[in-house]
């Protein structure tokens, strides 16, 4: 702890922003990966969970909801891609920031 005392401080505002995208990147990639579970909604795992009778299941298939879905789906997707993109420039910021610091304190 003694040894960031001594740190110039601009080593230091770059190890606080590498923290920060770090941070920020870890919490895209999870909004990226964690499932919404949404009983409500018409479609999905969540509804079929909820018949209590294959033959519900049939019924709800009878109806071709594909093209729909599929837009849906093709939505909800490049929305995540938009974040991994966002997650990997903000690790990349976070790895040369800290990295940054690291050589201008080891220079002082």
Partial sequence: MAALGKAPTFALALAAVGIA?????????VLVVMPKLDPTRSNGFSRWARCTDPDQ????????????????????????????????????????????????????
Avoid: F
């Fill in 21 to 29: 995208a770090a941070v920020a990147s870890a919490l895209l990639s």
């Fill in 57 to 108: 299941i049939r019924e709800a298939l009878a109806d071709d909801v594909r093209p729909a879905r599929l837009h849906a789906l093709s939505v909800l997707c490049e929305r995540k891609m938009h974040l991994l993109q966002w997650a990997a420039r903000l690790a990349l910021v976070a790895v040369l920031a800290v990295s940054a610091a690291a050589l201008l304190s080891a220079a002082a």
